[in-house]
C-alpha cells in the first residue's frame, strides 16, 4: 500500500464534501437535530470481480471476517507474537484496536470482558453458490466513529484478502473500486479505484426522517437475539427484548468508538419498550452454523428472518435508535453481517442495498 493511498483519506475529506455539495455531506451535527445518539456512520461498497469460478456459501461474513482479520494482522503485527494480549503493543495496535477491541483499562464499562464491540460490519449478502470468472461480487462495510480513521486499512487489507483467496478453496477476487454513500442515503460515490488517493466523504450521523404512522422492519439476514441467557425464536421475540438489545449495542458503540457516549434513561426506555406490541408477525427461523478455526469447532448461529410491523405513534421514544440500528445491526455476530434490519416506510426508506453475486445490470446471481 503506498503512502499516498495510506494517509491520503483523512486530508481529502474536507476536499470531497465541497466537491460533491456541503448540504448533507459534511459532518452532520446530531445536537442540531435533536438527535440522543452522536455516532458517526461511513456505508461503504467494495467491487471485486472473480479471476476464476468461485464458490461461496449463503452468508459468507464468516469467511470474509476470517480473510479480513488475518490480513490486518499482518499489515499492523511488527512483534509477530501468537498471542496478541501478551505483545507491549496490544492497547496501540491498529489491528487490536479494530478486530479485537480490548477495552481500555480505565473503562468504566465492560471491565470483566475480554473485548468491546468492534467498530465494523461486513455485509456480504445473502446469495453464494457458484459464479463464473469474471462475476462482480459486491461486500457492503459499515465503520464507526473512530473506526472510519481506518478506512484505508480496511480497504487494502480486503484488496488483499480477496486476491489471496476467500473462503476453504481460496477463491481469488480483484478489488475494482469502492464506493461511499452519502449521508442521505440516496447517492453513492467513488473514492477509490484501485490505485492512488482514497478520496472519502466525512462520516456523518445517521439523521432520520419523520415518524411515520406505522412502520414495517424487515429481518434481512438472521437476527440472534438472546433474553435471559435464551435466544428468542419467532414465537418468543419481542420487541423489548429486540430493542433492549440494541439500546446496549447502540451505547457501547458509542462508548468505545464515538465522541461522545450516549446519556439517555435506559431503564425508562427498555420499560416502555416492553410493552409495545408486535402486529403482523411473519418470522422463521434460519438454521446456520459455521466452524470456527479459532475455537477449534462448529457454532451454532441461526436466527430470525421475516418481518414484523410497528405503529408509529408507539415507538417515537425508539425511532432514533432503531433508525440507527440499520447501520449498526442487532443481535449476535454483527461484523459477519447478521442481524441487518430495513425500516419499510411509505417515505423515506433507505434505498435496498444489494450486496453478494451481481450481473452487471445489478441483478442477483442465481446460486
Same mark, same amino acid.
Given at each position: 500500500m503506498s503512502d499516498t493511498f495510506r494517509w491520503s483519506c483523512e486530508q481529502n475529506r474536507q476536499e470531497e464534501a465541497g466537491r460533491y455539495g456541503n448540504a448533507g455531506l459534511a459532518r452532520m451535527d446530531s445536537r442540531s437535530n435533536n438527535l440522543p445518539v452522536e455516532l458517526t456512520v461511513g456505508s461503504y461498497r467494495m467491487h471485486f470481480r472473480a479471476m476464476e469460478s468461485v464458490r461461496l456459501p449463503a452468508y459468507a461474513g464468516s469467511a470474509w471476517r476470517g480473510a479480513l482479520g488475518h490480513a490486518l494482522r499482518r499489515l499492523f503485527c511488527v512483534t509477530r507474537k501468537d498471542d496478541c494480549?501478551?505483545?507491549?503493543?496490544?492497547?496501540?495496535?491498529?489491528?487490536?484496536?479494530?478486530?479485537?477491541?480490548?477495552?481500555?483499562?480505565?473503562t468504566g464499562k465492560l471491565r470483566k470482558y475480554p473485548a468491546a464491540p468492534h467498530p465494523f460490519v461486513l455485509m456480504p449478502g445473502s446469495?453464494?453458490?457458484?459464479?463464473?470468472?469474471?462475476?462482480?461480487?459486491?461486500?457492503?462495510?459499515?465503520? %464507526?466513529?473512530?473506526?472510519?480513521? %481506518? &478506512?484505508?486499512?480496511?480497504?487494502?487489507?480486503?484488496?488483499?484478502?480477496?486476491?489471496?483467496?476467500?473462503?476453504?478453496q481460496r477463491h481469488r477476487l480483484q478489488l475494482e473500486r469502492v464506493e461511499q454513500c452519502a449521508p442521505d442515503g440516496e447517492k453513492w460515490f467513488s473514492i477509490y479505484d484501485g490505485d492512488g488517493a482514497c478520496r472519502a466523504l466525512p462520516p456523518a450521523v445517521p439523521v432520520p426522517p419523520p415518524l411515520p404512522e406505522t412502520v414495517s422492519v424487515e429481518l434481512e439476514t438472521p437476527l440472534r437475539v438472546k433474553c435471559e441467557g435464551s435466544v428468542l425464536g419467532p414465537e418468543t421475540f419481542s420487541f423489548g427484548a429486540f430493542f433492549s438489545? &440494541?439500546?446496549?449495542?447502540?451505547?457501547?458503540?458509542?462508548?468505545?468508538?464515538?465522541?461522545?457516549?450516549?446519556?439517555?434513561?435506559?431503564?425508562?426506555?427498555?420499560?416502555?419498550?416492553?410493552?409495545?406490541?408486535?402486529?403482523?408477525?411473519?418470522?422463521?427461523? %434460519?438454521?446456520?452454523?459455521?466452524?470456527?478455526?479459532?475455537?477449534g469447532q462448529e457454532m451454532k448461529l441461526g436466527g430470525m428472518l421475516g418481518q414484523f410491523r410497528l405503529r408509529g405513534a408507539d415507538i417515537a421514544p425508539f425511532w432514533p435508535y &432503531?433508525?440507527?440500528?440499520?447501520?449498526?445491526?442487532?443481535?449476535?455476530?454483527?461484523?459477519?453481517?447478521?442481524?441487518?434490519?430495513?425500516?419499510?416506510?411509505q417515505e423515506h426508506n433507505l434505498p435496498e442495498a444489494r450486496f453478494g453475486w451481481q450481473t452487471s445490470d445489478g441483478m442477483e446471481v442465481e446460486a
Open positions: 494480549a501478551a505483545c507491549l503493543l496490544y492497547r496501540a495496535c491498529g489491528y487490536a484496536y479494530v478486530f479485537e477491541t480490548p477495552p481500555p483499562l480505565e446469495v453464494g453458490g457458484m459464479a463464473p470468472a469474471g462475476s462482480l461480487f459486491v461486500l457492503g462495510l459499515s465503520l %464507526f466513529g473512530r473506526g472510519n480513521d %481506518f &478506512l484505508p486499512y480496511f480497504i487494502h487489507a480486503l484488496a488483499q484478502a480477496a486476491g489471496r483467496g476467500i473462503g476453504g438489545n &440494541l439500546l446496549r449495542r447502540i451505547s457501547l458503540l458509542t462508548y468505545f468508538h464515538g465522541e461522545t457516549p450516549l446519556e439517555t434513561d435506559f431503564k425508562g426506555l427498555v420499560a416502555a419498550a416492553r410493552a409495545i406490541e408486535i402486529q403482523d408477525r411473519v418470522l422463521e427461523w %434460519f438454521d446456520w452454523k459455521r466452524y470456527s478455526s479459532r475455537q &432503531l433508525w440507527l440500528g440499520q447501520f449498526v445491526h442487532a443481535g449476535a455476530v454483527t461484523t459477519m453481517g447478521l442481524g441487518r434490519y430495513r425500516l419499510i416506510m
